[in-house]
């Protein structure tokens, strides 16, 4: 039975790219540090109060995610590994 690529006798190589290895290095433009804020000023208020909602749900799921960690580390007592108290002494 013969398959694709053969694995006896053969190696695979990675193809050859030598017009990457002569090219000069890539200086970018300056760009000014980003403004979110300018930003949010030139979306159109659909787009704004979408992008709110997604986020907000994005928080929701990230803080839920860390509620359940945090609760496994509690039941697991991890604190006492640190020398706290409790788990409230270990977040603090």
Known sequence: MSGWPRTTGTTL???R???LA???PFD??????FDPREEAATLPLE???AE??????NLAAAE???LLLVAEFDRRKGWEHWGCRSLTHWLG
């Not at 709110?52 to 749900?57: P, S």
């Open 13 to 15: 190589r990675e193809p």
């Open 64 to 66: 839920c995610r860390w």
């Open 47 to 49: 787009r704004l109060e």
């Open 28 to 33: 970018p433009p300056f760009d000014p540090p």
């Open 52 to 57: 709110i909602t997604q986020l907000a749900g």
């Open 17 to 19: 790219r030598k017009h």
């Open 22 to 24: 002569r090219q000069p």
